[in-house]
Structure formats: structure tokens, C-alpha cells
């Protein structure tokens, strides 16, 4: 499809994002999502494993429901080499866009390259990611009237890649905790939490341990809590955080933690509500927002078998739909998504049935 490049006055574009956009960004974007002549263009990398069945899945409903997008995709791996151009291509493409949509990228063990999942959102920093771990209606589960979100700082802590073998059979691996991202992601999730009816923060971490690390993390979240007298928050160890999900998860709203402890919970999460195939996310960060399932999972396993349950990464993205302010869209899609999953006569094989990601489709199609 042919699009005029001819650019919108940034100041209206910036003007119209920022009064309506559900889940923006901070108040600093420069320039808005691309949008040329009603259509925007979003960059799509469907990922490794099942990325490619379940992007499909997506593109197949926003035909049907007529969604104005226009995806350009990039289908980039994790089993290439670290110099790959194409991840560089992604790159411009999500930095000329500001909006993707995304797989999860296969992620080589103890050898290899580091983490282009990680690499992407450090490059663009995008630092706050958002999982929203909810019942699904129609799902069996453990526990009933669970609904938390989880905030994880996406940028520093673990994931910061710094290790090294300082002696034979002596590795070093840094964790990098900062001041001015922890305030960053702490100011998010009290945000977050205000703009969305939410009454309470808790605050992960190990402060009893990592004394100095996760101690900043923790007095940081605890001086940005006094500026939102609204919201009740608290705090909790990250061990004791795990049992308490798993026991009474009802007691959780939202949650704020670094990056290694968000991966943990998130998937907790995921186990409590029904499985990873229903868990959509988010990254967003001042410019740039990424959309992909909550809980990061390549399912190499199933990957080719038309098995996958793709709730995750349609869910996900109507989250980027209300972030574009596609609104009407977003609701239709996730009446038919929720439509589709409260029906016990559709049921892929993660959720105890057999029917194939083609069918489940077809059925959320039907649902519009």
C-alpha cells in the first residue's frame, strides 16, 4: 500500500496523542504514533516458536474487523547471528513508527548473543512493562477474583548483561540499580494506578539481602509513594510475595519490582489465571511502546503444530489498538476474544482442549 509521508504539525500530533491515550507514555513524547490518511503503520516481528502462527492469528482478525493498520513486518530471530541488519532494520522501523507489535524472541543459553528482547527495549528505552493478570470468565483456575498488574522496570537490575569471569571458576554478574529509573517506574506505577481506579501499590524487592540495591529500589518507591497521598501502598519481600500469589492472590492490585522479580511474578500470574497463552502485555517508554504477550514465552515446543492459544498476543494488541485510541476497535476485538474463551465448545489444547489456533481464530472472527 502506497502512504503519503507528508508529516502532521508535530505539536497537534503530540496535543491529540496525550489527551487521550489510555496508557501513554510520559508527558515528554515528541511525536506521536505514525498515522497517514486514517491508517496507522505499526511495526510487527512475529518472534520465534509460535510468534508466526499467532501473528498470523492477529492479522487474520484485524482484517475482519477492518482495523485501520498497517503492519510492517520484519520477521527477525533469535537463532540469527548478533549482527543481524534485520534487527537493525526492526529498529528504524519501530523508531519511524513509535508503535510495535511483538513475538518473543528465542534468547540463546549460556552461549551466544545477548537478548534481542532485552537489546530492543534498552535501545529505545522502554522501560515500564505492563502485565495485567486477570480471570478470564469461562477459564478454569485456582482462585477466583484475581486482577493485579504488574510493573516491571525493563531497563537495569539483572538484565543489565554486565558479567565476568574475573578468576577461573569466579563469574561476576552486576546488578544495576539507579535512582532516577527507579523513580521513573515507581512515578509509573503510582500513575498507572491513579488513572486506572486502582486503590493500592505494592512494592517488590530483597532489601533484607541486597541491602543497598534493592534497599534504593525500595526507599526510592517508598519517597515517590508520598506523592500520591490517593493510593495506599506497601511493601514485600520477593520470596514471601511468591507464596502470598499463589495463596491469596486477591490481595494484589498493582505491583512494582525490578526486572528479574517481574519475569518471576509474571509468570506466577500467568500460572494462576489459566497458562501464558492469556496474559497479554506491554513495554512502554517516553517515545516508543511495544506490544507483547505478558508472559514471555517462545513455545518452541509447539511451534508449527497450529496448537497455540493466540488470546495473548491478540489481547495484546488491543491494548496497542487504545494506545493509538482505536477504542471502538479494541472493545470489539476483546468481546469476541472473551466471547470466544467463556465457550467451552472452543478450547486449544493449553486450556484442556484440541481444537488448532486456526479454529480458535476463526472463532473469535465469528464473535466480531
Do not use: W
Amino acid at each position: 500500500m502506497l502512504r503519503s509521508f507528508a508529516r502532521q504539525s508535530a505539536i497537534k500530533q503530540v496535543a491529540a496523542r496525550l489527551s487521550a491515550r489510555s496508557m501513554s507514555t510520559v508527558v515528554e513524547d515528541s511525536v506521536g504514533p505514525k498515522c497517514y490518511g486514517g491508517t496507522y503503520t505499526v511495526t510487527l516481528i512475529p518472534g520465534d516458536g509460535i510468534g508466526q502462527e499467532t501473528a498470523a492469528a492477529v492479522k487474520t482478525v484485524f482484517g475482519a474487523a477492518k482495523v485501520p493498520v498497517e503492519f510492517e513486518q520484519y520477521d527477525l530471530s533469535g537463532f540469527t547471528p548478533e549482527n543481524d541488519s534485520l534487527m537493525q532494520e526492526a529498529l528504524a522501523s519501530l523508531r519511524r513508527n513509535k508503535v510495535g507489535l511483538k513475538g518473543i524472541l528465542y534468547t540463546p543459553i549460556r552461549q551466544g548473543h545477548s537478548s534481542f528482547n532485552v537489546a530492543m527495549r534498552k535501545e529505545l528505552d522502554i522501560y515500564a512493562s505492563v502485565a495485567h493478570c486477570k480471570n478470564v470468565p469461562g477459564v478454569e483456575a485456582r482462585h477466583k477474583d484475581v486482577d493485579f498488574v504488574i510493573i516491571r522496570e525493563n531497563t537495569e537490575g539483572e538484565y543489565s548483561g554486565l558479567e565476568h569471569q574475573s578468576f577461573p571458576g569466579v563469574v561476576e554478574s552486576l546488578k544495576i540499580i539507579t535512582r532516577p529509573k527507579t523513580e521513573r517506574i515507581a512515578r509509573y506505577a503510582f500513575d498507572y494506578a491513579l488513572r486506572n481506579g486502582r486503590k493500592k501499590v505494592t512494592i517488590v524487592h530483597k532489601a533484607n539481602i541486597m541491602k543497598l540495591a534493592d534497599g534504593l529500589f525500595l526507599n526510592t518507591c517508598r519517597a515517590i509513594a508520598k506523592e500520591y497521598p490517593s493510593i495506599q501502598y506497601n511493601d514485600m519481600i520477593v520470596d514471601n510475595t511468591a507464596m502470598q500469589l499463589v495463596s491469596k492472590p486477591q490481595q494484589f492490585d498493582v505491583m512494582v519490582m525490578p526486572n528479574l522479580y517481574g519475569s518471576i511474578v509474571s509468570n506466577i500470574g500467568a500460572g494462576l489465571i489459566g497458562g501464558p497463552g492469556i496474559v497479554p502485555g506491554a513495554n512502554y517508554g517516553r517515545e516508543f511502546a511495544i506490544f507483547e504477550p505478558g508472559s514471555r514465552h517462545v513455545a518452541k515446543d509447539i511451534q508449527g503444530r497450529n496448537t497455540a492459544n493466540p488470546s495473548s498476543l491478540i489481547l495484546s494488541s488491543v491494548m496497542m489498538l487504545r494506545h493509538l485510541q482505536l477504542n471502538q476497535y479494541a472493545d470489539r476485538i476483546e468481546r469476541a476474544v472473551d466471547k470466544t474463551l467463556s465457550s467451552e465448545s472452543i478450547r486449544t489444547p493449553d486450556l484442556g482442549g484440541s481444537h488448532s489456533t486456526t479454529d480458535f481464530t476463526e472463532a473469535v472472527v465469528r464473535n466480531l
